[in-house]
């Protein structure tokens, strides 16, 4: 997978959630003069959101998860031992 795509993939949920309301705020309600420039704006601001939604809540979230999940089985793991040291 080339750098680019890797990119992408990385933010792909962020930039799919936040890329509507991004172009209808930059469409619709900015006053800028050019629809160029509009969709530039639109694609930057997408980006960003993007990039700050996946380190301020994806990748923390995915994070507490890994650890919710590594302490979940070992105490399961720790209840699975103690009954077969008492059974």
Known sequence: MTRPAAWVAKYSYGIYLCHLPCLWLCLYVLPLPFLA???????????????????????????????????????QSNLITEKQAVG
Do not use: C, D, W
Not at 42 to 62: G, N
């Open 37 to 75: 420039l509009k969709i530039v704006v639109a694609v930057l601001l997408t980006l960003l959101i993007s990039v700050l939604s996946y380190h301020l809540i994806e990748e923390p979230s995915i994070n507490a998860g890994k650890r919710l999940a590594e302490l979940f089985s070992t105490s």
